[in-house]
């Protein structure tokens, strides 16, 4: 510890941090610009000036930048010295000399950093009587707004995009007070993190484009924290509603999770819940009967009491809407939607963190480990964030480094830059096919899935100190680490890639190490649904004839073959689907029945390590069918076995049942605060206190202000009025503190500057030690596949914006996505005297779908690679054996079906 005087009052703090974050994490406003916690210093704005002195007999000073500054054993400044303040108040003064006056239309106003840090250093009047200087705008795709005559030159946009997020089309150009900060050329930001740069830049230069078409001011929103649903990592998000109609999606920060950011597509696939294909009425097969509420439930009831009923759940769907639909069918009669590949990929995934074979690892916790092995999986595309983690642990040993042997601290960014180069840990990755991560990466080898699960096993072996092999690279890099991480996941459909990880930290293990795992899973809720143990699709074909099917919140035309999918569908009496967006399965129902999204309601996922995450319904919609799927399986079950309708019921309600049912999920009550928590007596609003327009929003319908709709399920009201201060983490529904409007603010929230919030990161760690766990048995079949003349195998390739269901439904994501191919080799190529971009044809079962080629110089003559999760490559849900031949002339174009 040293001891900081501030302004002659002494202060413990931690040493070796610089003087701003300090200042910061003590509680004082200290205006600054280009600084961010997750970057670091480069002391290019000059704004965090202060005066620092020798010792208490120095009266005169000197002004240094605080933020390049190191906290020393006993250290003295001053941060309302004279001279600084007026310092400060010359620079953004000079800063804002070419800056326009139009905060009234800028989509910043009202949430901008600039603004606060302009009354925070006391300039009011603008004295520049010149021309300003003018840029042209450049156009950088469907997702950011680019306005580059609002720039201050903070240089963090570029900081984040190239340093942080390893983009390579934004930079800096010319110099001096004369630089632009955009592309070579228009067009569209190649990077997935580039959303970040609105929430980044301190002005209004990088802004959502999204939001511009619907634009509120932050203060007109309704918020609520959220989790992201279009992958398994459950990043924090807050959701904004204006409307009725979500609007904006913005980081949420939690320190074990996502930190200070979000991927693009969980950014901006927000715009699915206002998509035409939502379900907002229920739809009946039979013409000519009421659409009446009452009618309906009724009618659902009554069948469910006359007909055997089998469930089928969903793993994005909530835990308590899975779980009501288990209570509603009873436990043998629920299904989890996968199929037996996938229900044992992720049953093997939970049984490896349960026997905890290896440290369970957190999204940020990967940046804490020096030799990282990825075991098929294209981070980038199938868990995006986690990708950007990996690029921040690849710097860990150089910056260790640095600071043993010139003692530079990890804050100084330019300078750990300067110093590091090109220099990083060992990052080794084996895959089918390139991934944006090669160019960080130690060792690249692209292989069969197989082959590279034989190449796991094969390190293992080496590691093992009873093994009689020679150590390999990566054995041995893994061998020399302080902490060795294994990254694997399901996105290839593989069982032994997971055995062969679990292989390997196990040897680690044998070796005295302390290895980490991080696995990675398709959906939002895959391990919650895991957890559960409940059996795969393939055992409720005994039970499926003449009942009543519910389907919960899934596709199965996505997850099974056409066939196994159609023979689902025509076994039962009557199919019921609830569901918030139309698929194949929702269009082929008996009765649909309309349900809530995340922003429409409340409820419990887990994520890819087995935290569980509460997200918060934003605003109660005007279409009274949009409810929680388990709230309308709750009241269905009441009806069934003739109870009262419990018209209260919320969802701590369900959670104790589901507790006391499946005892895994003790803790699940501890993610969120319960609905009788108040603070001083009151809510926790979810609008800011300036909120405007309640009044005004629904004067076509009635000029008198309604009463607000009560919240039963959280701490939170629906309103502006309640608590004022710092609410508890997991009911933070916006990061707002005086002088500080933009997100900015979240220092005020954390214990330390890039610590935890004030009383912990939300949600709750639910995977522990099961001894008695029964072991996977693993189907270890790693040797090589034998191909026929002109046969391949195929293998999915996954990109951010297309291949994830719900995100995919959003116009500026589906803007992004790319066009169907089949990527194939030179080798191949030849082999089929194909050209790229000719047409080939794919034979699989008896039928034939057509695509055009592209060339993938990289991977293995035996591999074939299609975009999984696309509508034109729905045919595809697994890795298989596929006959391509060049596409000819009466060929029947198949690819609208699913095989």
């Known amino acids: 510890m040293a001891t900081l005087y501030i302004d002659n009052r002494p202060y413990d703090v931690k040493e070796g941090k610089n003087l701003l974050e300090t200042c910061l994490t003590l509680g004082f406003d200290l205006p600054y610009f ?210 009725g109609e979500l609007r904006q999606i913005t980081s949420r920060y939690n320190g074990d999770v996502n930190g200070y ?60 809407s899975n ?35 290896a440290e369970i690892v957190s999204l940020k916790q990967i940046e804490q480990y020096d030799s990282i092995l990825i075991l098929g999986e294209d981070l980038t595309n199938t868990a995006p964030m986690a990708a950007l983690t ?83 690279q990566i054995a041995t890099s893994l061998l020399n680490a302080q902490k060795p991480l294994i990254i694997t996941g399901t996105s290839l459909f593989n069982e032994p890639l997971l055995a062969a990880a679990e292989a390997i930290v196990k040897a680690l293990k044998k070796r005295g190490k302390q290895p980490g795992i991080f696995i990675t899973q398709a959906d939002c809720n895959s391990m919650g649904l895991a957890m559960m143990n409940v059996p795969p699709l393939s055992s409720a074909f005994s039970k499926l004839s003449d009942s009543t099917l519910i389907i919960l919140e899934t596709d199965l035309y996505r997850n099974l073959s056409t066939e196994k999918a159609d023979e689902i569908m025509n076994l039962p009496k009557r199919i019921i689907v609830f569901d918030h967006i139309k698929s194949t399965t929702s269009e082929k129902a008996d009765i649909k029945v309309p349900v809530g999204m995340f922003s429409e309601a409340d409820g419990t996922i887990v994520n890819n390590e087995g935290r569980a995450q509460r997200f918060f319904q934003v605003f109660v919609p005007k279409n009274e069918w949009l409810k929680e799927s388990w709230r309308w399986l709750s009241l269905l079950k009441a009806l069934k076995d003739g109870k009262a309708i419990d018209e209260n019921l919320s969802i701590s309600n369900i959670q104790s049942t589901l507790v006391e049912a499946l005892p895994q999920f003790r803790g699940i009550e501890d993610a969120a605060l319960s609905e009788d928590f108040r603070l001083n ?100 079949k790693t040797e090589k596949i034998s191909l026929k003349e002109f046969e391949w195998q195929l293998v999915p390739v996954y990109h951010i914006f297309g291949s994830e269901e719900l995100s995919a439904k959003a116009p500026a994501i589906a803007e992004l996505t790319p066009k169907p191919y089949l990527g194939l080799n030179q080798y191949s190529l030849a082999k089929l005297n194909l050209q790229e971009n000719d047409m080939a044809t794919i ?47 009466g060929i029947t174009n198949n690819n609208s079906k699913h095989e």
């Open 34 to 243: 280009c600084w961010h916690p997750a970057m670091g210093s480069v002391g290019a704005c000059r704004q965090c000036a202060i005066k620092i002195f020798k010792d208490e007999n120095d009266t005169a000073g000197r002004l240094v930048m605080s933020c390049m500054e190191p906290v020393g054993k006993e250290t003295r400044i001053s941060l309302d010295h004279p001279d600084a303040e007026k310092f400060r108040k010359s620079v953004i003064e000079w800063l804002m000399t070419n800056h326009p006056h139009d905060c009234a239309v800028c989509d910043e106003g009202g949430s901008c950093h600039l603004q606060d840090m302009t009354v925070m250093t006391g300039h009011n009047y603008r004295r520049f009587e010149f021309p300003k200087r003018t840029y042209v705008n450049q156009y950088l795709g469907p997702l950011i707004n680019h306005e580059m005559n609002r720039c201050i030159q903070c240089y963090r946009c570029v900081r984040f995009y190239k340093d942080y997020a390893g983009g390579k089309d934004l930079d800096v150009y010319a110099a001096h007070n004369h630089v632009y900060f955009g592309r070579e050329k228009d067009g569209i930001l190649e990077s997935e993190f580039s959303g970040n740069l609105a929430e980044i830049c301190p002005t209004g230069v990088f802004t959502d484009k999204t939001l511009k078409q619907h634009y509120s001011r932050k203060w007109d929103f309704t918020f609520a924290p959220s989790v992201c649903q279009h992958c398994s990592l459950g990043c924090n998000i807050i959701a904004g509603e204006r409307y």
């Open 681 to 780: 007596g009151q809510k926790v609003p979810r609008a800011p206190h300036r909120y405007s327009g309640r009044t005004a929003m629904l004067s076509n319908e009635n000029v008198s202000e309604p009463k607000p709709p009560q919240d039963i399920d959280s701490p939170m009201s629906f309103t502006m009025e309640g608590y004022r201060g710092i609410p508890p983490s997991s009911v933070t529904p916006f990061f707002w503190s005086p002088g500080w409007n933009s997100v900015q603010s979240i220092n005020k929230f954390q214990i330390e500057i890039g610590g935890p919030l004030h009383d912990g990161n939300p949600g709750v760690r639910l995977v522990n030690s099961n001894s008695s766990i029964t072991p996977i048995d693993f189907e270890q």
């Open 843 to 889: 034979e699989h079962h008896g039928r034939a779908y057509q695509l055009p080629v592209r060339l993938r110089a990289e991977i293995n003559n035996e591999v074939a690679l299609i975009l999984f999760g696309l509508p034109q490559t729905a045919f595809f849900v697994k890795p298989v054996i596929i006959k391509i031949r060049p596409a000819s002339n």
């Open 390 to 472: 990996v690029r921040q642990a690849v710097r860990k040993k150089p910056v260790e480094n640095a600071q043993q042997n010139i003692n530079l601290a990890t804050w100084h960014d330019a300078a750990l830059r300067e110093y590091i180069q090109q220099r990083h840990s060992d990052l080794f990755i084996l895959h089918p096919h390139s991934t944006k991560l090669d160019e960080i990466a130690t060792q690249v080898s692209y292989s069969t899935p197989h082959e590279i699960a034989a190449k796991g096993f094969t390190i293992a072996a080496a590691i093992d100190a009873t093994a009689d092999q020679v150590i390999d």
């Open 261 to 320: 950011f979000i991927c693009d597509r969980g950014r901006f696939g927000y715009e699915a819940a206002n998509s035409v294909d939502r379900i907002y009425q229920p739809a009946l097969k039979e013409e000519n009967v009421s659409l009446n509420q009452e009618y309906i439930i009724n009618d659902i009831a009554a069948l469910l009491s006359t007909s055997n009923c089998v469930g089928i759940g969903s793993p994005r769907a909530s835990l308590e």
């Open 323 to 357: 779980f009501a639909l288990q209570q509603l069918v009873g436990n043998g009669n629920y299904y989890s939607g996968w199929s037996d590949e996938e229900h044992r990929l992720n049953k093997a995934a939970l049984n490896i963190l349960q026997n905890r074979t």
